[in-house]
């Protein structure tokens, strides 16, 4: 398993912009991909975008599509999302996640930052 440390979060007006970074330490070699996910008060957890640590394939939840980007830099073995055009609606406490292989479940998690959109 790999330690997960978020930051970045924090409170911006609607159409502004944040960047999370997902620090990882411990097997990071092992890393097949990561991930962002975030839940809402009284909502469950949802995915936002993942990325495949080596080859670096994205994929985004449609709700973010267009304003969210995902990266990583592997040297630095760092994570980001880059969010803009932020609205109401994505605030959350966001998550980042690694799972070893395709076929497994995400089973490192960070402890989440805030991330709070004004109208």
């Known amino acids: 398993q790999v330690q997960l440390v978020e930051s970045g979060g924090g409170l911006v007006q609607a159409g502004g912009s944040l960047r999370l970074s997902c620090a990882a330490t411990?097997?990071?070699?092992?890393?097949?991909?990561m991930g962002w996910f975030r839940q809402a008060p009284g909502k469950e957890r949802e995915f936002v975008a993942r990325?495949?640590?080596?080859?670096?394939?994205?994929y985004y939840a449609d709700s973010v599509k267009g304003r969210f980007t995902i990266s990583r830099d592997t040297a630095k073995n760092t994570m980001y999302l880059q969010m803009n055009s932020l609205k109401p609606e994505d605030t959350a406490v966001y998550y980042c996640?690694?799972?070893?292989?395709?076929?497994?479940?995400?089973?490192?998690w960070g402890q989440g930052t805030q991330v709070t959109v004004s109208s």
């Open positions: 411990g097997r990071t070699a092992s890393t097949y991909a």
């Open positions: 990325i495949t640590w080596y080859a670096a394939m994205t």
């Open positions: 996640a690694a799972r070893n292989s395709r076929t497994t479940d995400y089973d490192s």
